[in-house]
Structures are given as C-alpha cells and as structure tokens.
C-alpha cells in the first residue's frame, strides 16, 4: 500500500505550485504513461497494478523506482473519473527557445488559451503537423494541469511550450521579419490567403479572440469562413477546431503538387 504521505504528495501534483517547487507532474494511463517511457522524458516513479510491472521492467525502468499499488489507492491520487491502472511521475523538462528553429519552420503562438482540454488538443495537433514549438502568453493554461497532460496523449513529449511575454516574442519576430499570422473575423479567407511555409500563427483566447496588445505584431489576417457565406451560423470556432483548420491549410500548400 501507498503511503498516506506519499499519496499526499502526489496529489499536491495536481496544482500548480507544487509542481513548480517540485519539479514534477503527473501522468495517468496506460498509453500516456508508457509513451513517456519510450520517450525522452525523465520519468521518475511508476505506481501500477501488480499485472503491469512487468510491462514497466521491459520498458528499461528501473524496477527500484516501480511501485506494486492497489487500485484503491491509485484512484485516490488519480483525477480521471476512472481508476487508472497506471500512474507516474515526470520531471519537467527545461526548453530553450531557438530562433534560428523558430524562423524556419512552422510555429504557433497561445494568447490567453484557458481550458485545458483545448491547449492538450492544441499540442496534440501540433504533434500531428509537424509542428514543434509553440509559444504561450503567461496567461495561457499550465502545459502540467493534469486535464492538459492527458489531453496531449502524449504528443507532450515531442512537442515544446515556451511561455513568456507573448508581444515581446512577437516583436522579436516581426525584427526578424518572420511572417506573423492571426485568426480574426475580418481576415483575409484563408484558403485564398498568400501562406509561407514558415511563421508563427497566433490563436487568441476562447472568449476574446487575440488581445489588443498582440494584435499589431501580426502582419497578416486570416479569417476561416463558414459555408455558405450568407447561412446564419455559430458565432465561432472552438479555438483547437480553428488551429486543426489553419494548420491543415498551412501544410497542404507545402504538399507537392502532382503533374
């Protein structure tokens, strides 16, 4: 059995600045977590169901580092609805931001994203395109919130946030003369639009959109239209929806042609 210490410190892994001041967070799931043990992640404990050890072992973890729970006490570190038969602990890795990467490749850019499920499936996408950076508002939702992390279904391991001053990386950019784009409802339609095989996307707050202290760092404005143009619609994309969309676009014009 788990510890009631232990138990306790793996739930103060659920928020925020106990994973800062510790460095860790945590990952549920069979899938999720054996993905991060074949990945270039740091994992430091493994808690798993008697049947699963030998699983972990063949991943080459160390066994000393494998803990046999029940899954009464994994559901009491756990947040999913179901009990897992896996849970572990990841260290959080230290990303360094790479101009030269970022201007010459394709990158987003999160201003003020908020609920997590949309950030996870974000990163998820951008797993899907060949995507491998992202930048994100200080405002955007903590990549390590449990409901993030397992909505990434482990993409998390391929894919690197940088979270700062967002307008300052956007300036940085338009010094580089690194193409900015944004999501508005006054945009260029998307599939006319001019896209450049690299840049940055900037996708805006569930509710707001892009802030007004972003906007004059984008160059170019792009609008997703709905269909037919005059049909009364939703007043919005949900904003992962809206990135699928975009980034879809952006890669398809880098597909070769076919004589």
């Not at 756990?78 to 490749?105: F, M, R, Y």
């Not at 391991?157 to 940088?162: E, G, M, S, T, V």
């Not at 900037?202 to 792009?222: A, D, R, T, Y």
Request: proline share 5%.
């Amino acid at each position: 059995m788990l510890s009631k210490n232990k138990i306790k410190q793996l739930r103060s892994l659920h928020l925020k600045k106990f994973r800062r001041s510790e460095g860790l967070f945590v990952a549920e799931g069979q899938k999720l977590v054996l993905d991060l043990l074949d990945s270039k992640m740091e994992v430091k404990e493994v808690f798993c169901t008697p049947e699963l050890i030998s699983t972990v072992e063949g991943k080459g973890f160390n066994p000393k580092n494998i803990h046999s729970s029940e899954l009464a006490d994994l559901k009491k570190i756990s947040q999913l609805k179901s009990s897992p038969d896996i849970v572990a602990t990841v260290q959080i890795p230290e990303n360094s931001l790479s101009w030269e990467e970022i201007a010459g490749d394709l990158c987003l850019a999160l201003d003020g994203v908020q609920d997590p499920g949309n950030l996870g499936t974000i990163i998820r996408l951008a797993d899907w395109f060949g995507i491998r950076n992202i930048l994100c508002s200080e405002d955007t939702v903590d990549l390590y919130n449990p409901k993030t992390v397992q909505a990434t279904m482990g993409a998390i391991a391929r894919i690197r946030l940088h979270y700062g001053n967002l307008t300052g990386y956007l300036q940085r950019a338009n010094e580089m003369e690194i193409p900015v784009y944004g999501t508005f409802l006054e945009g260029q339609n998307i599939y006319s639009a001019p896209l450049s095989p690299n840049g940055i996307i900037v996708m805006g707050n569930e509710g707001k959109g892009i802030s007004e202290s972003v906007e004059p760092f984008i160059q170019h404005k792009i609008h997703i239209p709905n269909f037919p143009a005059n049909r009364e619609t939703s007043e919005s994309l949900n904003v992962a929806m809206a990135t699928s969309i975009t980034c879809s676009e952006f890669r398809r014009r880098m597909m070769p042609r076919k004589p």
